[in-house]
T-cell receptor, first 117, second 111 residues
Framework: GAVVSQHPSRVICKSGTSVKIECRSL??????MFWYRQFPKQSLMLMAT?????????EQGVEKDKFLINHASLTLSTLTVTSAHPEDSSFYIC?????????????FGPGTRLTVL | GEDVEQSLFLSVREGDSSVINCTYT??????LYWYKQEPGAGLQLLTY?????DMKQDQRLTVLLNKKDKHLSLRIADTQTGDSAIYFC???????????FGSGTRLSIRP
């Protein structure tokens, strides 16, 4: 149980294009989803917290107009990187949680590697 | 805010025990977690401990919590090559709050 999927697993795009990453909770309803960014050999940095049906809460320094987050249903959140540039290349990981899961913890997706040329 | 620190590297011999240490600053952290990340993959929850517990054991994994010193450790008994990964400790204040990750400890196993 508590499986989270991400799609795509890897994407390469040209500078200036937009990329959408999907995060799905497969066997539970996620009232809250989180989006993280991980640079090589570094820890996860929280970008934003997304609650179903409401606007995402962005961490300081994260541009909300550049990283658009939509949490339209209890099983799906999307992150759109708009007008991507090479410095946006990174590993993006989502996680999902819902009250009642063991430890009330977050379950992570496998990540999406974005490369912007 | 919460700050979580870990040593960056640990090398152990196969079959020995590995002990990965973590310190945190926010005493209001209620939940403390250990995650494992293999190369190119997401995070796998290994175990967790509530702040009102001192120890938790789950098969080869033992978590020790010293609340006074704000110190958390993960012991892996009989370390195997498949345990090679980066291990992150993380803390959160409540079930609804975000969790903060440490920098990760890269565990390597030598024969």
């Amino acid at each position: 149980g508590a499986v989270v999927s991400q799609h795509p697993s890897r994407v390469i795009c040209k500078s200036g294009t937009s990329v959408k990453i999907e995060c799905r909770s497969l066997d539970f309803q996620a009232t809250t989803m989180f989006w993280y960014r991980q640079f090589p050999k570094q820890s996860l940095m929280l970008m934003a917290t997304s609650n179903e049906g409401s606007k995402a809460t962005y961490e300081q320094g994260v541009e909300k107009d550049k990283f658009l987050i939509n949490h339209a249903s209890l099983t799906l959140s999307t992150l759109t990187v708009t007008s991507a540039h090479p410095e946006d290349s990174s590993f993006y990981i989502c996680s999902a949680k819902t009250p009642g899961l063991v430890g009330d913890t977050q379950y992570f997706g496998p990540g999406t590697r974005l490369t912007v040329l | 805010g919460e700050d979580v620190e870990q040593s960056l590297f640990l090398s152990v011999r196969e079959g020995d025990s590995s002990v990965i240490n973590c310190t945190y600053t926010d005493s209001s952290s209620t939940y403390l977690y250990w995650y494992k990340q293999e190369p190119g993959a997401g995070l796998q929850l290994l175990t967790y401990i509530f702040s009102n517990m001192d120890m938790k054991q789950d098969q080869r994994l033992t978590v020790l919590l010293n609340k006074k010193d704000k110190h958390l450790s993960l012991r892996i008994a009989d370390t195997q090559t498949g345990d090679s990964a980066i291990y992150f400790c993380a803390g959160g204040e409540s079930s609804a709050s975000k969790i903060i990750f440490g920098s990760g400890t890269r565990l390597s196993i030598r024969p």
